[in-house]
């Protein structure tokens, strides 16, 4: 006997992952709900779903066991929150919250309920984040006493369109989101690495001058102006680490949005747009190749898995369905319906969302105070395994 999702949400990220629930061997019936019916019935009937409801409340109210939000990323919180008291798991998209208060009610909720939480956190899977826990985990960089996360995903490649589709008339309001509430893709690559928790930081963000409404403190619903920022981490165990959120920037990252390096005693990573290398103290191999997602057959969207990528752990039902964001998507699904079904902790459970999540805001509020030191709150430990 499988499980059920409830997706809430029609827009464009949700259509990646439709296919991929609805084809788990261990779902039984996926269904949808969105706030605009002609692209909700659209969805339900291109992906062949199971089924709909007229409004969140509705599937709240349903039997439906699980709930995957892809909504707008300042939603998360509160609707996160309404599903675990309902009494279902639930997966979302980034990131978890936008504030310290949201995180510390959803960690409470799920401490309470026992039920599953994981955030779609496609870093994890990135070819670098698992290439570089792999050689960490065999001890190769000795100790990482530093490492650098960017997101750098400019306004002109892709984030005028996807504000407009969801915002509607009013969508530069939206579109001015802190950078740094948005900080899990440079951040989680990071930490998922190291092991470690931030415990303070100081950011300095840099104020839009380009005056076209966007990251302009008068329309922003958020009174914010910044649109690229800088972060330095302390972490627990003695490591730095910095992160780079920037939405004005030369770069190209439609090829690749999210980079890294990892600094060692023994050894280091480094990763640009197209090229990656591993370095030691004898010289530099270049290993690009096992970290480039393949490209998928003509007309399929997004790309294939890296070589690094263990395909073998996932659904036989998966293969030849497309996947996204450097071959993430399927180990997100999967992993969230793994967990569901052996009640077992994910990979980015709750407190590891946490630790994702929480320093980007504690760098916005450094940001807004001219780079002061502030700590980040400590968010305790997950228990043992989901009940």
Same mark, same amino acid.
């Given at each position: =006997? ?16 439709? !296919? &991929? ?17 002609? @692209?909700?019935? @659209?969805? $339900? ?41 309902? %009494? ?5 998209? #980034? ?5 310290? $208060?949201?995180? +510390? ?21 990135? !070819? ?6 792999? +050689? ?31 915002? %509607?008339? *009013? ?6 989101? !802190? ?14 690495? &190291? ?13 839009d001058d380009r005056d076209d409404g966007v990251f302009d403190r008068s329309v922003s619903m958020f009174d914010n102006d910044f649109s690229n920022a800088t972060a330095l981490f302390e972490l627990?165990?003695? $490591? ?18 999210? +980079?890294? @390096? ?33 490209? &998928? ?11 690094? *990528? ?11 369905? !497309? ?28 407190? #590891? ?19 002061? @030191?502030?700590?980040?709150?400590? =968010? ?8």
């Amino acid at each position: =006997m499988g499980t059920t999702v409830g997706v809430v949400g029609a827009g464009q990220f949700s259509g990646s992952f439709l !296919p &991929l629930f609805r084809s788990h061997p261990d779902v039984d019936g996926v269904f949808i709900t969105d706030h605009q019916p002609s @692209r909700m019935e @659209r969805a $339900a009937s291109q992906f062949h779903l199971d089924g709909t409801f007229p409004s969140f409340e509705a599937l709240l109210q349903s039997d439906v066991e699980c709930v995957a939000i892809f909504t707008q990323r300042w939603t998360h919180g509160p609707l996160v929150l309404e599903a675990l008291e309902a %009494g279902k798991h639930v997966y979302s998209t #980034v990131p978890m919250g936008i504030s310290e $208060a949201e995180i +510390r009610e959803i960690l409470d909720a799920v401490r309470a309920t026992g039920l599953v939480y994981m955030m779609g956190e496609t870093s994890y899977y990135y !070819p670098a984040a698992v290439y570089a826990r792999e +050689r960490n985990s065999a001890g190769d960089f000795g100790r990482i006493f530093y490492a650098e996360g960017d997101y750098v995903h400019d306004m002109d490649l892709g984030f005028y369109d996807a504000y407009r589709f969801s915002g %509607g008339e *009013h969508w530069k309001e939206t579109a001015s989101f !802190p950078p740094m509430l948005y900080p899990t893709h440079s951040i989680g690559g990071v930490l998922s690495v &190291l092991g470690q928790r931030a415990v303070s930081v100081s950011c300095l963000a840099v104020r839009d001058d380009r005056d076209d409404g966007v990251f302009d403190r008068s329309v922003s619903m958020f009174d914010n102006d910044f649109s690229n920022a800088t972060a330095l981490f302390e972490l627990a165990g003695g $490591a730095i680490m910095r992160t780079n959120e920037m939405r004005r920037v030369g770069y190209p990252s439609h090829i690749r949005e999210s +980079r890294y @390096r990892y600094f060692g005693t023994e050894a280091s990573f480094e990763q640009l747009a197209e090229v990656s290398v591993w370095q030691d103290k004898n010289g530099v191999t270049d290993i690009s190749g096992l970290l480039v997602p393949q490209p &998928l057959p003509e007309g399929e969207p997004g790309h294939g898995f890296a070589r690094v *990528h263990d395909r073998s752990r996932l659904p036989a039902s998966y293969s030849g369905l !497309p996947t996204g964001h450097e071959g993430s998507h399927h180990f997100l699904a999967d992993d969230f319906v793994r967990a569901v079904t052996t009640r077992t902790l994910p990979p980015v459970n709750a407190w #590891v969302a946490a630790g994702f999540t929480l320093p980007g805001i504690v760098a916005h509020q450094s940001a807004n105070r001219g780079g002061e @030191r502030l700590p980040v709150p400590e =968010m305790g430990d997950p228990p043992a395994t989901a009940r």
